[in-house]
């Protein structure tokens, strides 16, 4: 596929191939609408960076007029999506398990390869009815290393998150750890697919045979990421998935658990509606985490155009890593070639000797505004509640606090194009040649 240029609030790029894409659908391959973008000038620069006084933070004009954030809404054909809206509201049925949810789940369960997608409003929700359908208490392991989410839905449910230490190469957990970390109080393992690039899932899989432990995965970075070829979704007893705005595929606001188990798919079905088991029958405590017709059709239209997304993530992924390998102190996270990934997320680690700090760098990044993050800083052990319940957690953390400190996330998705990428890393190139 070729892939110029991309815009905001959108999802395909100019020069896209005219030839319609095709998606995998009930086992077979689908014709969807090819989508249209038109560059957006805010993410343009509007000045060239060569030296130390040609950045804001030194008093010059910030290099974009508008934010340019590390991830925007990826929004598929306007048209499509309008005449799925259209018959919402000509249907009448606006939530409940609608006709659009129905297929939406259908859609994505043929997609990952898996027996049931059970939608939820959000990835949140989904993440507290999985661990609460999987009988999860006591003590459940979890990276710090993650977003503060994956720590919150255990502790909503008076679920202790323990925080083992990840592997410094992977950012994901480090399988000798969770070890470490198991105590007659643990039930169960939260593994979490950071950045999209897979768990050690084989490893902690055999953790969990020998402990007798439940073990499910946050997938919420990593929808259209393989393991050795297979979709992530049906590894484990379950794995859940975010489907917010900001991520690559979005359904507005949303999420959704995978599994091959069908009494697990049952129970989470009920618990997601109050626990109705038909009209005015409820045989289990549940709450209300349905997805929402109109978010349903979204994630439907944005089904169809994934392979574009991906495509502009790859492209602007390439760029990155071409402009980074030339730039001493800077070493970007790559993604296994052999492996289908969705590239969401372009990561760099700064190491001690680049002339500033990280943490400058964010500084001169956002006066540019370019709004680069230090995902996942600094771990869910040093936020609150947990940097009072473990004040002394990060002396068993030594590899998270080392990389929370040492990571930026820089812009990439739809509105950003090549020279906008170019931008960035002229601002990087000047604080790598200077003390700015």
């Known amino acids: 596929m070729k892939v110029k240029g991309a815009v905001a609030g959108s999802g395909a790029a100019e020069g896209t191939d005219s030839r319609a894409l095709r998606v995998r659908t009930s086992g077979r391959l689908r014709e969807a609408t090819p989508v249209k973008l038109v560059q957006s000038a805010a993410t343009q620069a509007i000045k060239i ?13 910030p290099m974009f007029a508008e934010p340019l954030h590390v991830g925007r809404p990826n929004i598929g054909d306007h048209k499509r999506f309008l005449s799925r809206a259209g018959e919402i509201l000509e249907r009448g049925w606006l939530s409940n398990n609608g006709p659009v949810a129905q297929e939406f789940e259908q859609r994505i369960a043929e997609f990952l390869g898996v027996k049931h997608c059970v939608a939820m409003c959000n990835g949140t929700i989904a993440l507290e009815i999985a661990t609460r359908a999987l009988n999860l208490k006591g003590e459940v392991i979890v990276p710090s290393y993650t977003f503060i989410a994956t720590a919150h839905a255990l502790q909503w449910q008076e679920i202790t998150p323990i925080f083992a230490d990840i592997d410094p190469a992977t950012h994901n957990l480090d399988p000798a750890a969770v070890w470490r970390m198991i105590t007659p109080r643990t039930t169960g393992i939260i593994g979490v697919h ?15 045979r020998e402990h007798g432990l439940r073990l499910m995965f946050d997938a919420s970075h990593g929808f259209g990421c393989s393991l050795n070829g297979r979709l992530l979704g049906g590894f484990g007893e379950c794995e859940v998935f975010s489907f ?7 359904t507005f606001e949303g999420g959704a658990v995978a599994t091959n188990d069908d009494a697990l798919a049952e129970k989470m079905r009920l618990m997601r509606n109050f626990g109705f088991s038909g009209y005015d029958n409820v045989i289990y405590p549940g709450t209300n985490g349905k997805m929402t017709e109109i978010a349903a059709a979204m994630g439907l239209t944005n089904l169809e155009a994934l392979d574009e997304f991906v495509a502009i993530n790859r492209r602007n992924y390439g760029h990155y890593r071409d402009a980074v390998a030339a730039i001493p102190g800077l070493t970007m996270l790559e993604y296994d070639e052999s492996e289908r990934n969705n590239y969401q997320y372009v990561v760099v680690e700064v190491a001690p000797y680049f002339p500033v700090s990280r943490d400058r760098m964010i500084e001169v990044l956002h006066a540019e505004n370019i709004l680069a993050r230090r995902y996942f800083w600094p771990g869910c052990h040093n936020m609150e509640p ?22 930026i996330v820089l812009p990439t998705g739809s509105t950003v194009h090549s020279d906008a990428i170019d931008g960035v890393c002229d601002v990087i190139r000047t604080l790598a040649s200077s003390s700015a």
């Open 49 to 61: 960076v060569k030296a130390a006084p040609d950045l804001a933070i030194n008093g010059a004009p």
């Open 244 to 250: 917010h705005a900001t991520k690559f595929f979005n």
């Open 194 to 208: 950071l950045w999209g690039r897979p768990s050690p899932i084989k490893e902690l899989e055999a953790i969990a």
């Open 386 to 407: 947990y940097r009072s319940f473990y004040p002394h957690a990060g002396l068993m953390l030594p590899k998270t606090i080392a990389v929370a400190e040492r990571v």
